[in-house]
């Protein structure tokens, strides 16, 4: 049975992009995951050699929860798991159901 691994979930909204984005959401989404792995690395929150995947699909990393094979979430802002409070809801019982743990880097 392979180990489990950290999961980052990356998303950013159409709206929240910036003109200097020239509308892509690379640049954006890579300075997520960019605020989450030095938010992993200053907590000590990670090992060296530890795995970590990056979500950019919820439905895909739900998946994997359901697997059981993610310990734990890093999202750059409790907002980033959902769209509205229910989706959000929705998805932090499934997280604490698999006793899967969720750090967010923003209060």
Do not use: W
Request: charged fraction near 35%.
């Amino acid at each position: 049975m392979e180990d489990k691994f950290t999961a980052l979930y990356v998303m950013v909204r159409r709206e929240e992009l910036k003109p200097e984005d020239g509308g892509s959401f690379e640049v954006p989404v890579a300075r997520q995951q960019e605020e989450c792995m030095r938010y992993l690395r200053d907590t000590g929150g990670i090992q060296p050699d530890e795995e970590v995947e990056v979500y950019k699909n919820i439905n895909q990393m739900l998946m994997d929860v359901e697997r059981r094979r993610i310990k734990r979430v890093v999202v750059y802002h409790l907002d980033r798991l959902g769209s509205s409070q229910e989706e959000r809801d929705g998805i932090l019982f499934e997280l604490d159901a698999a006793g899967v743990e969720l750090l967010t880097v923003t209060p």
